[in-house]
């Protein structure tokens, strides 16, 4: 039977080079290989993509987010479905953002105190979060509110509800929703602050981690994960890595926050390095919000374990498919009489059975296209985390590196922070002239203007 303890995270591998290491994290609905690329369910599925195919690519371990769940289905359907395993017929692991993203991406909407963040809800039943008006609870938490008649979305100049997100009822919805690895609620600032504001984040980060844990229930079935904060700032990361480790020495990993909003690439791997290099080497460590093919790869030689992004499938519903080489704009016409796969080794259902011509004749037909695009967007990402463990387990790393970034960036055209990145690690790449690195954002597209015109702020 599985039993909670500090040692659920097993090295099985590590490179002789680099920091990278593979392993297995032991959760309580299945073991889950690092290291791992966790897709985003943010509302309990994938749009498109039905649990059973997510299980035929092998997606071990998906992510979903506590502030959606929470306003829907809310906390009183979760509670009455068994959780969200049940809800959503997933039998692997499951992780849950804790709402503090939204901090940034809804950043409008919201204001932060030492209690928690307040909300302007996007939907008109906020079934979980409680109005600004109720009352405190003895743990903390606020309490629910009055029931109402619709939970559809709040129609245009409809008023909107005040809701309250505290590190207890972060909790509350976790504990609900019974995600195998729940991440505490952190102040999440733009990766692009600088000044008091970042230092403030931090230490209130550190403070509600603790409120975290004395809310959080199911201790026995369900890992909390603390998030690191410090912004691009090292002796800040430093100083909360030291707060977080003192006070959480049973935690079975950490996670790294605040990065992938817009900051330099040259400042976001540092930030990463350092991060691994002071948090525990026997804990897993997951980068949030990472989803590029070379920025995965980057970071697992600087020893991360874990990462999220929409990228994949988002980027799959605007027609743009996931290779090697970057990425396939099938929505442009020069695919329209090609008939080959999005990518001949591919074995994933999509590029078995349909052709780059095809997929480019329906890219407009959006619930079709993006299903199909899905699948191998999701694909292409389970296979490059399989390479990389396989290439860890059997001494090949740097070789695998090396062969990666020059099929991704041929004639030595790798950028900058890419051959700083490595190089700290001893992997070294031949680099033909400089390059201008754009500000890292996982959250869009860089080579398709269009995909960026058409992002949907609340999503991670």
Same mark, same amino acid.
């Given at each position: ?207 509600? +981690?603790? !409120? ?6 199911? &201790?026995?079935? /369900? ?6 904060? =410090? $912004? @691009?700032?090292?002796? +800040?990361? !430093? ?6 480790? &003192?006070?959480? /020495? ?6 790294? =926050? $605040? @990065? ?201």
């Amino acid at each position: 039977m599985w039993k909670m303890s500090a040692e659920k995270f097993h090295v099985l591998a590590s490179c002789s080079t680099s920091k990278a290491r593979t392993g297995v994290l032991s959760l309580l609905h299945s073991d889950v290989e690092t290291p791992i690329f966790m897709p985003v369910g943010t509302k309990g599925c994938m749009k498109g993509v039905l649990p059973e195919q997510l299980e035929q690519l092998n997606v071990q371990i998906l992510l979903g987010n506590t502030y959606h769940l929470g306003l829907k289905p809310g906390l009183e359907l979760l509670i009455k479905s068994g959780g969200l395993h049940k809800f959503m017929n997933w039998k692997r692991s499951i992780l849950t953002d804790s709402g503090g993203f939204q901090m940034v991406s809804l950043l409008k909407l919201a204001e932060i105190t030492e209690e928690g963040v307040q909300f302007e809800s996007t939907y008109s039943s906020p079934a979980s979060f409680a109005s600004q008006k109720r009352s405190r609870s003895k743990k903390g938490s606020l309490t629910e509110p009055e029931p109402v008649v619709s939970d559809d979305e709040t129609p245009p100049g409809a008023a909107k509800e005040r809701l309250v997100l505290t590190p207890e009822k972060s909790m509350e919805i976790q504990n609900a929703i019974g995600a195998d690895i729940i991440m505490q609620l952190d102040d999440v600032v733009s990766s692009t602050t600088t000044g008091p504001r970042v230092e403030e984040a931090m230490h209130r980060s550190v403070r509600w +981690l603790q !409120r975290c844990n004395e809310a959080h229930s199911r &201790k026995s079935e /369900q890992c909390l994960f603390p998030i690191v904060q =410090g $912004g @691009l700032d090292t002796n +800040l990361r !430093r100083e909360c890595i030291t707060e977080m480790t &003192k006070q959480q /020495q049973q935690s079975v990993g950490f996670a790294i =926050g $605040g @990065l992938s909003g817009g900051e330099e690439k040259s400042s976001f791997w540092k930030m990463v390095d350092v991060s691994t290099d002071h948090l525990p080497a026997s804990k897993p460590r997951y980068v949030m919000g990472v989803g590029y093919a070379e920025d995965l790869v980057v970071c697992c030689a600087l020893g991360a374990d874990m990462f999220d992004c929409v990228f994949p499938t988002r980027t799959a519903r605007f027609g743009c498919a996931l290779v090697n080489t970057g990425q396939l704009n099938l929505r442009l016409k020069i695919y329209s009489k090609d008939f080959a796969p999005i990518d001949p080794n591919c074995v994933c259902l999509t590029c078995q059975k349909y052709t780059r011509a095809y997929l480019h004749h329906i890219v407009t037909d959006l619930p079709t296209s993006a299903r199909l695009m899905s699948i191998h967007n999701i694909a292409y990402q389970m296979n490059l985390m399989r390479q990389i463990r396989e290439s860890i387990k059997s001494g090949r790393f740097p070789e695998f590196v090396l062969n990666f970034m020059e099929e991704r960036y041929p004639n030595g055209s790798a950028p900058a922070w890419i051959v700083d990145a490595l190089a700290t690690v001893n992997i070294r790449i031949h680099q033909q002239k400089p390059q201008h690195t754009p500000p890292h954002d996982d959250a869009a597209d860089d080579a398709d203007v269009h995909v960026i015109k058409h992002l949907k702020a609340g999503d991670r």
